[in-house]
């Protein structure tokens, strides 16, 4: 018996993973997580606190789960949920600066619905993608520690093995590469043995490990858009290989 179908929409935080037993476990099990004191603390000050802009809404304060298309063949991968962005908003990059950029990317390429993304109940939907974090608590200063993300790794390598059409995982920025790279060796993947030297980040790098390939892109952050480092065309670029590799994988 099939749960779910390929291709089926998903917008809010859990909504494909509502259609997929093990997703919807998951998520329910992930967004309860207090594994991190440090991240646990900082992201229910936050929720308490809250930025004077955003002073009547509730905050979501808690672990994001990823979110999108149950049988994505594309994963993007982020660094961690930002304090009054998907903190806020409870579902991965929606919600400030960063998620703009990349939703209006991922609108161009095909796999968005719409480049608006704003909150749970805005109607986006993604086809062919599913969205999710390295670390899924947001961290003080955008900072998480390599504790914390091998702490957080097994959230995704149970996510990964859900996801099983995944084969493209779009690495948005080092901090994401490294740990798709221990996401890779955590799931025995063939020829995942530890690389020697370790394989480096870079925007355009290309990495097969087993049934996957790694891409790297720079991080959609406002420190890189503004600046010019990563532009709309660059990101674009990323998206159509991504969305090419995962059409040619087995
Ligand atoms: Fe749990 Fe990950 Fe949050 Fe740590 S960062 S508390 S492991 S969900």
């Known amino acids: ?62 672990p994001l789960p990823g979110f999108g298309d149950p049988c994505a063949r594309v994963l993007l991968l982020g660094l961690a949920p930002a304090a009054h962005g998907a903190n806020r908003t409870g579902r991965m990059f929606t919600g400030d600066r960063s998620g703009d950029f990349l939703f209006a990317a991922l609108w161009r390429c095909g796999f968005a619905n719409q480049a608006l993304s704003r909150d749970r109940e805005d109607s986006l939907h993604l086809t062919g993608a599913w969205i999710t974090a390295a670390v899924r608590c947001a961290p003080p200063a955008n900072r998480p520690t390599p504790a914390e993300r091998e702490r957080c790794l097994p959230w995704s390598v149970a996510e990964l093995k859900l996801l099983s059409e995944v084969r493209v995982v779009v690495c948005l920025g080092g901090f994401a590469w ?57 990101i674009d670029a990323v998206l159509v290989r991504a969305r090419g590799l995962a059409d040619t994988s087995r």
């Open 178 to 234: 490294d740990a798709a790279l221990l996401l890779m060796r955590a799931l025995s993947e063939p020829d995942a043995v530890p690389l020697r030297p370790r394989p480096r980040f870079a925007h355009g790098a290309e990495l097969e490990r087993g049934r996957y390939r790694l891409l790297g892109c720079y991080h959609p952050s406002q420190q890189n858009t503004f600046t010019g480092r990563l532009t709309e065309s660059m």
């Open 1 to 62: 018996m099939r749960w779910y179908y390929c291709g089926m929409r998903s917008g809010s935080a859990s909504a494909g993973a509502r259609n997929s037993p093990g997703l919807s476990e998951l998520a329910e099990q992930v967004s309860a997580c207090r594994r991190c004191p440090r991240l646990v603390a900082w992201r229910e000050q936050v929720a308490r606190e809250r930025r004077a802009a955003f002073a009547a809404q509730e905050y979501w304060g808690r």
